[in-house]
């Protein structure tokens, strides 16, 4: 029996079999994280009064788990198509920026390549760039489709649940953010670089004194640009 474990490095698996026995293992914490924030996505979907279908069509489609939270009001509401596609599109910006590392790593098959830049998000590329190089390619398709699998039956057993829970269980929304915190952890663990962090926080408090209605979009951009500039002062020091 293989003892392979996310601290090992296992050899490049060679079947399909293989690449899906390691993307689950390496997926594992992002299914822990995923079924209790999915399925707190499908109760408050439930709560406001949508139907299932459409929260199983965001799960599939929209496919991000910040910006599903942000449309369960908007369309509770009645918001039009122009305003939820703005919305996504701000939360979901910050995706072009971490994507960038992950291209070479990108399946060659088209199809796979394809879906694996619609399901990239948060978790997976917390995942995808803490594995050895040699793995990042083979298993990208796979970790991200279990991830999207994770998400989208989390999503049907909340809203099966029903809206009942959400009266016994207030904040529900609450398990996004600890999955945000746990895998910001691993993250650590893995590199051992300090600053993101320190650098994340001051970002955050000054996005919600500044643009509290825009403030992810503007917390991301505050942080893109001290990376900048962290990169660029030393180098024009050098120069």
Known sequence: MSTDTPHETPPLPQTLRQRMRLALTYSAPVAMGYYPAGLAFGVLMAAAGLPAWLALALS????????????????AGGAGIATLTLN???????HVFYG??????LPLNRWERAYAVFALTDESFSVLTTLPEHLRRPLFAPVVGLNQFYWCSATLIGVWIGAGVNEHIPHLDFALVCLFVILAYEQYQSKKVLWPCLLALPAFA????????YL???AVALCVLGVALRVWLPARRGA
Request: charged share 0%; hydrophobic share 60%.
């Open 60 to 75: 599939l489609i929209l496919y991000s788990g910040a910006a599903q939270y942000a449309s369960i009001p908007l369309l």
């Open 216 to 218: 992810l979009m503007t």
């Open 206 to 213: 000054l996005a919600s004194a500044l643009t509290p209605q």
């Open 100 to 105: 960038l590392p992950l291209l070479p790593a």
């Open 88 to 94: 996504a599109f701000v939360i979901n910006l910050r």
